[in-house]
């Protein structure tokens, strides 16, 4: 059984900054990746980041130069670190990752419980 527990959330104001942090526990062989997405009200789920194991980074383009991501593979944890945050960044964002959980399994993918990130005055 693997579980992505996400921490980190909270109320910042505009222009604050917000770290998130994402572990990954239970049977774990390989992750290919970790990363991060968010949904707001009303809104269909969006990726934010995402982390190779090689250790390439895909960003949205709408957080893209405010937010950076990076992966502890020692520990199977992925940070998010959000600065300049904007009303808009306003969501539920959420862990993901794409792993093997033995040698032998295929991969598959799996989500965390989310975190809220609520950016307002």
């Known amino acids: 059984q693997v579980q992505l527990v996400e921490s980190g959330g909270g109320l910042v104001q505009p222009g604050g900054s917000l770290r998130l942090s994402c572990a990954a526990s239970g049977n774990i062989f390989s992750i290919y990746y970790m990363g991060w997405y968010r949904q707001a009200p009303g809104k269909q789920r969006e990726l934010v980041a995402t982390i190779t194991g090689g250790g390439s980074r895909i960003y949205a383009t709408s957080v893209k130069g405010r937010v950076t991501i990076s992966r502890d593979k020692a520990k199977n944890t992925v940070y998010l670190e959000m600065n300049s945050l904007k009303p808009e960044d306003t969501a539920v964002y959420y862990c993901?990752?794409?792993?093997?959980?033995?040698?032998?399994?295929?991969?598959?993918?799996?989500w965390g419980q989310g975190t809220q990130v609520t950016v307002s005055s």
């Open positions: 993901n990752a794409d792993l093997m959980p033995t040698a032998q399994s295929i991969r598959y993918n799996y």
